[in-house]
């Protein structure tokens, strides 16, 4: 582990990931029990989109993807047209549409292939002193944000016509653009498949354990460093491609979570006590 | 003796002591086909690997510690150039953080500053022409007549990081132009009888192989990889191939094969699949490997055909 951090860019690494992975395991239990958890993968493909389409009109793709995903982000903060759709579905299809769109307007580039998005998206190993500053000031911004309004940000807006629809409404916006500014920053540092599984897998394994908000926010935040860190170290060990690693070791601590609790459940049972449930 | 001091050496530079004359130089390439021509020019004073094997796309790459460890040790880094590594390199050197090779210092080099690209983009407005790299067609290695280019640019590098064994080197150099050459002859020999063959490749990765040894290149199967063809482009290139009589689809084996059957089933070509690049088939080591593989798979496969 020391051997490791003794390199310069597999300390950059363990850094950058130890950040992406305290924030992303915050916001990540909203996102799960909002029901959202495509909204990531539709942020990105949105933000694909944006980097597309400035290639094709010779523009600054920067500034193209970052407008393309916060007018995205606002646009899946609506509350649900229709009740029967969930926003669950809707995510993925606004993720699918954005995929083929941002596949037919590279087909249309004099040139450029399909891969060239890739460009875009982040590789932890080679993250830049840059990225991290900048993830520093823009989570550390958002944290801030979600911590002083976090009464109004983070209750689940209920159904739409009640009274306060519209302050609701704007709470709600204020929620994705947080949410659609930490997701840009942080594909652009690690990748699609890293910051999902980010996202999604710590504050499942938290949703495992805990209900209370406090619990559930300390229990993802650990599952996530941990996870990390273990996914570099094996990376630096066995010589494989970090990202995937830590996805990786992601799956594994979920997969001892659920059997951990399914063995504490049955222990529960068996010695007659009313276990959690 | 000799293996002492070796050890000796190797040991010095792990401790970070100043390499002394006799370790070898550190080279790192993207490609194993310049790692195969920087051994013929280098000989013994170079240690070098490539960053890709021969059996992947060298457009892309998912970079492991291992990696980016070789070039934050390494003294040269040599890249193919014109856009190919353009998704990797970079990250790979912002990564490295070895101010010795970086764009601009003397362990960096791109060998493609001496090569004449083709398919440079004139007007950028023609999109009908399918992927266009926007500085050229980076696929030059698969011309031999280049591969002597190559040799050149990286004798002088090596020559510049090493002075006091310049002679070497350009001694090497020279020698490996002259195989080039005798060799050159021999590849033309065996592929005379199939010049002008109209074959249709995958992506235009065999133009500057075509053009040295006389194959027609009628069309693309997938103009941009990794986007399907339209049915309008699809019906074209059937149409084409069967008035071309083209008896041959050529495609690297890390593309999909589904559309190049499709397109054996329609007009009855054989689907060749070869290898682009030193190390893409085992028993391929070296520069002369590659072109004597390449010209018995195609001469093989155009007899057949004909």
Do not use: C
């Not at chain 1, 890739?118 to 944290?143: E, K, R």
């Not at chain 1, 491609?241 to 068996?270: D, E, H, Q, Y």
Request: glycine residues 8%; proline residues 6%; without cysteine.
């Amino acid at each position: 582990m020391l051997e490791m951090l003794s390199i310069p860019f597999m300390r950059q690494a363990v850094l950058a990931g130890l950040i992406l992975a305290a924030m992303l395991a915050y916001l990540g239990i909203h996102v799960v029990r909002r029901r959202i958890v495509f909204v990531d993968l539709a942020i990105a493909q949105l933000s694909a989109v944006g980097v597309a389409l400035a290639m094709l009109l010779d523009q600054d793709p920067i500034g193209f993807s970052l407008v393309f995903t916060m007018v995205g982000a606002a646009f899946l903060s609506l509350p649900a047209y229709e009740q029967r759709i969930p926003q669950e579905a809707i995510m993925g299809i606004v993720y699918a549409v954005a995929s083929a769109v941002s596949i037919l307007i590279i087909a249309k580039m004099p040139h450029g292939e399909a891969d060239i998005l890739n460009l875009f998206f982040g590789n932890i190993l080679a993250v830049t002193d840059g990225q991290i500053g900048l993830m520093a000031l823009t989570f550390g911004s958002v944290g801030l944000v979600h911590l002083i309004f976090a009464k109004r940000l983070i209750p689940i807006p209920t159904e739409p016509g009640s009274s306060f629809l519209l302050r609701a409404m704007s709470w709600n916006l204020l929620f994705y653009l947080t949410l659609a500014v930490v997701i840009a920053v942080a594909i652009r540092t690690a990748g699609v498949l890293l910051v999902f599984s980010d996202l999604i897998i710590p504050a499942a394994v938290a949703l495992l354990f805990a209900e209370r908000l406090r619990s559930l926010v300390l229990l993802s935040a650990v599952t996530g460093v941990l996870s990390n860190l273990a996914g570099l170290y094996a990376s630096y060990r066995f010589d494989l491609p970090s990202g995937p690693s830590i996805v990786a070791s992601l799956g594994v601590f979920l997969a001892l979570a659920m059997i951990g609790k399914s063995v504490a459940l049955t222990i529960f049972r068996r010695s007659g006590k009313s276990g959690p449930k | 003796m000799m293996t002492k001091a070796v050890t000796a050496v190797l040991i010095g530079s792990l401790l970070f002591v100043n390499p002394t004359w006799a370790a070898p130089l550190r080279v790192v390439t993207t490609t194993e086909d310049l790692a195969a021509i920087v051994r013929e020019v280098g000989g013994p004073l170079v240690e070098v690997e490539s960053q890709t094997r021969g059996t992947q796309d060298p457009h892309f790459l998912e970079a492991r510690p291992s990696l980016i460890l070789k070039a934050s040790r390494a003294d040269l880094f040599i890249e193919i150039g014109l856009g190919l590594e353009v998704g990797w390199v970079p990250a790979v050197l912002v990564a490295a953080r070895n101010p010795a090779i970086q764009p601009g210092a003397s362990g960096y080099l791109d060998v493609s500053r001496d090569i004449k690209p083709l398919e440079i983009p004139s007007a950028p407005v023609d999109r009908s022409q399918g992927d266009v790299h926007p500085l050229g067609n980076p696929h030059y290695w698969l011309d031999p007549e280049n591969g002597k280019v190559i040799s050149r640019e990286i004798a002088r590098s090596l020559m510049s990081l090493l002075p006091d064994r310049s002679q070497v080197i350009e001694q090497n150099q020279k020698e490996f132009a002259r195989r080039l050459d005798e060799a050159m002859a021999r590849w033309k020999d065996r592929m005379k009888p199939y010049e002008a063959a109209k074959v249709v490749t995958y992506h235009n990765s065999w133009t500057y192989f075509a053009r040295r040894f006389g194959l027609d290149v009628v069309g693309y199967v997938e103009p941009k990889p990794g986007v399907a063809p339209s049915p309008a482009h699809l019906n074209q290139l059937i149409a084409l191939m069967k008035q071309e009589k083209a008896k041959l689809i050529i495609m690297e084996p890390y593309f999909g094969r589904s559309t190049p059957d499709l397109l054996s089933r329609e007009t009855g070509a054989k689907v060749l699949v070869l290898p682009p690049s030193v190390g893409g088939v085992e028993g391929i080591k070296t520069y002369f490997d590659l072109f004597d593989y390449l010209a018995d798979q195609l001469t093989t496969a155009l007899s057949i055909g004909s």
